[in-house]
């Protein structure tokens, strides 16, 4: 599509502060003080207006508490801390904990200077059986009550249901579990593998049209991650498979919230691979005959597709240049 003069508010309404920069992780893999720097450079940047969370593990948090008072700014830093993992619900549960109080004291020590509003948590490997859901939340909800009653100013818990053969029935009873986990102060969501470095790491269009649905049906946000640094759907030459554009996901997400697709309907948008099949312009998002309007898309980053994370922020920023989307 050509360049235009200014950026369409419907694409504004489905970008913004959509991108959680996630430069610690592959493939950047930067140290943290380029992280950091880079944050902050794209927050004071023409684009910052897409910019959302900084994400790190818990087990950096003493990195960045030990980079020099010249890095950190003005306004606190808005974190998403990866917390827990372990293969077994017992070694998970004790990760967990230690991860939580090291979130915990950090955000005391450093209160003036980071906003940990965001929590990532990995569910463990062993989580088999769709009845053990409950128990496995029960356990991370009373570990999170305990470990930060209101020192932590958490806004979102996002859970990440590994890949397995029983995958899909977990992302099934995880969601439709999560809502009598939601409160006012802390809203509950899944977070969606989008890629990773081998080829076996992009799920399929089916499988995420299949998440995208089960979100929908169950009524729980997302945040997706990782493969998603190329607006549109296109074939990654290094990994030979195609790979997964981010406003295929928002949009795809967006339609699904707005309109009653089913599975089949989501997956024929997140293939879209051409700029002229998404069409933004000042009154709404439109994919074939479906469309949503500015509020419907706000309302859809707000509870359904809340943000993706990238090790890149300016690689998506230069995409949606190219494409024309952004003057």
């Known amino acids: 599509m050509p360049a235009t003069v200014a950026v369409p508010a419907s694409l504004q309404a489905l970008l913004h502060g959509a991108i959680d920069y996630a430069g610690l992780f592959p493939p950047a893999r930067l140290s943290m003080e380029e992280t950091v720097r880079r944050y902050l450079a794209h927050q004071a940047g023409p684009d910052a207006w897409m910019l959302g969370r900084l994400v790190l593990p818990a087990a950096r948090l003493a990195d960045l508490g030990a980079l020099p008072g010249v890095l950190m700014p003005e306004a606190p830093l808005r974190l998403s801390v990866l917390a827990g993992h372990g293969a077994a619900p017992d070694t998970f549960a004790t990760n967990l904990r230690a991860d939580l109080a090291a979130i915990a004291a950090f955000q005391q020590c450093f209160d003036a200077e980071v906003r940990v509003e965001a929590l990532e948590v990995r569910l463990p490997e062993r989580l088999q059986r769709a009845a053990d859901v409950q128990g496995v939340l029960q356990a991370l909800w009373m570990a999170i009550d305990h470990a930060a009653p209101g020192s932590v100013p958490l806004t979102a818990l996002f859970l990440e249901v590994p890949r397995s053969e029983r995958q899909r029935a977990l992302v099934e009873a995880v969601s439709e579990a999560l809502p009598a986990f939601d409160l006012p102060r802390l809203h509950v969501g899944l977070k969606l593998r989008c890629g990773g470095l081998r080829p076996e790491a992009i799920p399929t269009a089916d499988f995420v049209a299949f998440f995208l649905a089960a979100c929908r049906r169950a009524g729980v946000r997302f945040k997706a991650t990782a493969g998603l640094h190329h607006p549109l759907r296109h074939w ?30 989501i997956r024929r948008i997140l293939e ?32 359904s597709a809340t943000a993706f994370g990238s090790c890149s922020f300016a690689e998506p920023v230069r995409a949606l240049r190219r494409l024309g989307w952004l003057p």
């Open 272 to 303: 879209a691979d051409e700029p002229e099949a998404l069409r933004f312009d000042d009154d709404g998002l439109t994919w074939d005959d479906l469309h949503a309007g500015l509020e419907q898309i706000r309302d859809a980053r707000t509870h």
């Open 236 to 265: 990654d030459a290094a990994l030979g498979v195609p790979a997964h554009g981010f406003l295929n996901v928002l949009g795809a997400a967006v339609l699904a919230r707005v309109h009653p697709i089913g599975p089949a309907r």
